[in-house]
Nanobody, 126 residues
Framework: QVLLVESGGGLVQAGGSLRVSCAAS????????LGWFRQAPGKEREFVAY????????YYSDSAKGRFTISRDNAKNTVYLQMNSLKPDDTAVYYC???????????????????WGKGTLITVSS
């Protein structure tokens, strides 16, 4: 059983920064990839960033490039998403998700992930 628990959400002013965390447990994640997605009210869940646990290869959405940084702490089994220069459009529930080497789909789509956290709300005020 894989358990993903997000934390660190909250209210921040536009232009501010926030770091959210995803603590992973339940198995060895060395062969896994971890992704961050977000879902704004009335919108579909969308890809934000991804990191491969082994090797640290990263990918970002266009909206995240240059502002967000995904990283991991192997010792803590935790993935972070550092978000800078936040905008009101970044307001959403942020989810972390895990995919194995055997997962279908692609890392850019929700269907490519087997495990999901419950999400953490980030609200960016203007």
């Amino acid at each position: 059983q894989v358990l993903l628990v997000e934390s660190g959400g909250g209210l921040v002013q536009a232009g501010g920064s926030l770091r959210v965390s995803c603590a992973a447990s339940g198995r060895t994640f060395s062969s896994y990839g971890l992704g961050w997605f977000r879902q704004a009210p009335g919108k579909e869940r969308e890809f934000v960033a991804y990191i491969r646990w082994s090797g640290g290869i990263t990918y970002y959405s266009d909206s995240a490039k240059g502002r967000f940084t995904i990283s991991r702490d192997n010792a803590k089994n935790t993935v972070y998403l550092q978000m800078n220069s936040l905008k009101p459009d970044d307001t959403a529930v942020y989810y972390c998700a895990a995919r194995s080497p055997y997962s279908g789909g692609t890392l850019f789509n929700t269907g490519g992930y087997d495990y999901w956290g419950k999400g953490t709300l980030i609200t960016v005020s203007s």
